[in-house]
Nanobody, 118 residues
Framework: QVNLVESGGGLVQPGGSLRLSCAAS????????MEWYRQAAGNLRELVAG???????NYGASVKGRFTISRDNAKNTMYLEMNTLKPEDTGVYYC????????????WGQGTQVTVSS
């Protein structure tokens, strides 16, 4: 059993910043790729950023240069630093991790709401 718990969401004004966290717990042997997704109302879930266990990163075009993904492998935790937030960044942010327990599997968190509004 693996649990992913996101935190750090909230309401912020345009131009502001937020830092999201995703903590993984359970019967974890190893974590490979970790990713942040978001889903705005009425839209499909989209990839925001991803990071390998070696630290290689990739970003969606709409957030490149504004968001920074990182992880602490010792704590099984991933972060998303979001700067210069725009109203179009509003949505539910989910973390996803590829986790080895007795076998490899993909796990999702429950999501955290981010609202960018004045």
């Amino acid at each position: 059993q693996v649990n992913l718990v996101e935190s750090g969401g909230g309401l912020v004004q345009p131009g502001g910043s937020l830092r999201l966290s995703c903590a993984a717990s359970g019967n974890i042997v190893s974590i490979s790729a970790m990713e942040w997704y978001r889903q705005a109302a009425g839209n499909l879930r989209e990839l925001v950023a991803g990071i390998t266990n070696g630290g290689s990163t990739n970003y969606g075009a709409s957030v490149k240069g504004r968001f920074t993904i990182s992880r602490d492998n010792a704590k099984n935790t991933m972060y998303l630093e979001m700067n210069t937030l725009k109203p179009e960044d509003t949505g539910v942010y989910y973390c996803k991790a590829e986790v080895l327990t007795t076998h490899w599997g993909d796990y999702w968190g429950q999501g955290t709401q981010v609202t960018v509004s004045s």
